[in-house]
Every structure is written in structure tokens, then in C-alpha cells.
């Protein structure tokens, strides 16, 4: 699966953003997908994942009521809503694809990647 991610941007604190991935290539229903986020001079993280119909999904505690994944699998894209941004969510944001059809939080399961969308939030 190819993957392309938009819609990063610089917000101010307590804005909002929605980030796209569109998919190519393998069938994307067939699989659950992630946001993960990796700010500078940390790790990468995981912020959400949705299972392959869009009725589970997990939120990292750090975002947990502010983001909201979603899909639409007619149109092979995924999407990361945040709302209530706060300076601390700066960091380049990659959407992938897990290997399996269940939420999960195992970074190695996921096994294509896109390019990643800067976000900055500004205080």
C-alpha cells in the first residue's frame, strides 16, 4: 500500500487540524490503520488506530478526547481529526498500515508508512 499523507499546518493553541492519508495500491479495507506522531529528539509514537471497518479504535492517553480517527473505505483514506491542539503535539505525523484487520499498538506490525505531515502548534 502506498501512502500519502496531508493537511499539517501551523495552528495555534486550541485550534484545530484534520489529516488525510490516502491509500494506493493493496486493498485498504483489508487492513487496520495508525497515526503514529515523532516529535524532534524523541521516539516514535503511536497516536490512534482503527481496525479494517472503522468500529474499533485505540487513542493514545495524550490525545484521548481531543483526536478522533476515522475512514472511509470507498474513498481508501484515513483520517485524524484534532481538535483542542496544545504545543506539545508538534511533531511530524505518519499515517501506516498494520499488517492485520485489529487496532494495534505494536509499532512493528505496521508495515508501509507514509511521508509524514509537520504540524506546529504555536502557543
Known amino acids: 500500500v502506498q501512502l500519502q499523507a496531508s493537511g499539517g499546518g501551523l495552528v495555534q493553541a486550541g485550534g484545530s487540524l484534520r489529516l488525510s492519508c490516502a491509500a494506493s495500491?493493496?486493498?485498504?479495507?483489508?487492513?487496520?490503520m495508525g497515526w503514529f506522531r515523532q516529535a524532534p529528539g524523541k521516539e516514535r509514537e503511536l497516536v490512534a488506530s482503527i481496525n479494517w471497518s472503522g468500529i474499533s479504535s485505540y487513542y493514545a492517553d495524550s490525545v484521548k478526547g481531543r483526536f478522533t480517527i476515522s475512514r472511509d473505505n470507498a474513498k481508501n483514506t484515513v483520517y485524524l481529526q484534532m481538535n483542542s491542539l496544545k504545543p506539545e503535539d508538534t511533531a511530524v505525523y505518519y499515517c501506516?498500515?498494520?499488517?492485520?484487520?485489529?487496532?494495534?499498538?505494536?509499532?512493528?506490525?505496521?508495515?508501509?508508512w507514509g511521508q509524514g505531515t509537520l504540524v506546529t502548534v504555536s502557543s
Open positions: 495500491g493493496r486493498t485498504f479495507s483489508n487492513y487496520a
Open positions: 501506516a498500515r498494520s499488517g492485520g484487520t485489529v487496532v494495534d499498538t505494536r509499532i512493528r506490525q505496521y508495515r508501509d
